[in-house]
């Protein structure tokens, strides 16, 4: 028994060979490219590299400067509001529009086409278009004004202290329409049979959405919640667009930080010690999703 075990042990090893084989030069593109990028940036984020990165260690105190930076402060808080507001609006409405076109609505892949066209386009269109809409000289602001109500005033790009809040609708009416597909997706893949049970008991339909489908539907809201935080961490584009971070320094963000110290102030160790911190965040992200999907989520044998 044991030498068929033996035996079997290189005809596991050589199935799929062809496959292995051809997935070698992805692996070390991979493993070259992100993690000798990741260890790169990491290493000199403790040295005071300006115009060119150098090998002259000065401990932790780029990232004392950065954390004492009021800039860094306040990219950090942005990125805490517009990620919280974001993850609870995309989810939230994402999840009620798929449960309505779930209903079998006539029209359906027009409206589908509709609230995903949005998706198709790029941060910087979304940025300047919704710039345009909030404009308060020719934008909602103007309209309202000229029906009117001539004391209607909003401004969100222009006022501080909401002006994150101006780019987050522009985010939101972007990437809706991808979480809705998503759910749609989730929500087409439940049985038929778990609805004519539940309307058979008598389960009021919100409840049941509540108690079973939602419950059912956990690897769909894990992955589409990892697609939302891993755009939220990395958004950039879209600040630029719309405010180039200002007012002032109202709506900076930690990508826009990180790009501004590298290539603007030629600040490469600031810049490498915001890109590694941006980096503990994603792993703070990922680490429970792979831990969720792969490990403690799953009964061992």
Request: proline share 5%; with cysteine.
């Amino acid at each position: 028994m044991t030498g068929q075990a033996k035996a079997g042990r290189p005809n596991q090893l050589l199935r799929n060979l062809n496959a292995k084989i051809a997935s070698i030069p992805m692996i070390l593109t991979a493993v070259v490219i992100f993690f000798g990028g990741t260890l790169w940036t990491v290493l000199y984020s403790f040295t005071n590299s300006k115009l060119l990165p150098r090998l002259k260690f000065v401990g932790f105190d780029q990232y004392e400067r950065l954390w004492a930076a009021p800039r860094w402060v306040i990219s950090i808080e942005n990125l805490a509001i517009y990620g919280f507001f974001s993850l609870i609006f995309s989810l939230v409405i994402g999840f009620v529009l798929a449960a309505l076109m779930d209903q079998k609505i006539r029209f359906e892949n027009t409206f589908r086409t509709i609230f995903l066209y949005p998706f198709a386009l790029s941060f910087i269109v979304t940025g300047l278009v919704w710039q345009w809409i909030l404009n308060p000289e020719f934008g909602v602001q103007s309209v309202v004004r000229s029906l009117g109500w001539t004391s209607f005033v909003f401004d969100p790009l222009y006022t501080p202290s909401i002006v994150i809040y101006g780019i987050l609708i522009a985010a939101l009416w972007q990437g809706t329409g991808l979480v809705m597909c998503l759910m749609l997706a989730g929500l087409r893949g439940i049985d038929e049979d778990i609805w004519k049970a539940s309307r058979v008991d008598g389960i009021p339909t919100w409840k049941t959405y509540l108690l079973i489908i939602i419950p059912m539907m956990r690897p769909v809201f894990i992955t589409t919640l990892v697609i939302i935080a891993s755009g939220i961490v990395k958004v950039y584009d879209l600040v630029v667009a719309q405010t180039s971070g200002g007012p002032g320094i109202a709506s900076e963000v930690p990508a826009k930080y990180v790009y501004d110290y590298m290539f603007q102030a030629q600040n490469l160790g600031q810049g490498f010690a915001a890109s590694t911190m941006m980096l503990v965040t994603v792993a703070i992200i990922i680490v429970p999703w792979a831990y969720l999907e792969f490990g403690g989520g799953r009964k061992r044998v």
